[in-house]
């Protein structure tokens, strides 16, 4: 369990510590799913490299993309909302349920998306179909977080996996 942790730290440090204009090495994205037990839902935010990110915008919806141009913000927000409620999926308790786009927003070289799932009213079980840049890299991972109260769970999903679940 340690090696996983240190695993983990060493890609997140390394996913965001690229320096702006660099191509990064690695394929990775990272996906928290928070258990909100006072509002009863999930808060859902996935960060994703902005160039690859754009990239596969681009090429699925044939349209020029640009996120951080604040006069394209709503078309990207079409754009975004698309790509990631295609590219993940939630069940709750093992019932599928329906996210919630709240927006999106740049931070350094990465895009920070949020979605949010109303009333849960508790929670026993998350699964995550995280299946966002696949469509692009082969040797894409996925690290997820699941988090209720002082519990988390972490993993990492390698393509082609796409599935992990957190009981609690």
Excluded: W
Excluded at 2 to 29: E, M, Q, R
Excluded at 107 to 131: C, F, G, M, Q
């Amino acid at each position: 369990m340690h090696k996983l942790k240190y695993i983990l730290l060493f890609l997140c440090c390394a996913f965001f510590s690229v320096k702006a204009g660099t191509k990064h090495p690695l394929h990775v994205s990272t996906t928290e799913v928070n258990f909100n037990a006072k509002d009863k839902t999930l808060e859902v935010s996935c960060r994703i490299f902005s160039d690859d990110f754009e990239a596969i915008l681009a090429r699925l919806y044939k349209q020029k993309t640009d996120l951080s141009n604040p006069n394209m913000k709503s078309a990207m927000d079409v754009l975004v909302k698309k790509y990631l409620l295609a590219h993940l999926q939630l069940k709750a308790n093992g019932k599928a349920v329906a996210m919630n786009y709240i927006g999106f927003e740049i931070d350094h070289e990465a895009t920070n998306i949020y979605l949010e799932v109303e009333k849960v009213p508790t929670l026993k079980s998350v699964e995550v179909n995280d299946s966002i840049l696949y469509d692009m890299f082969d040797d894409q991972m996925s690290i997820v977080h699941i988090v209720k109260g002082n519990n988390r769970k972490s993993t990492k999903i390698l393509y082609p996996e796409k599935k992990f679940t957190a009981n609690f």
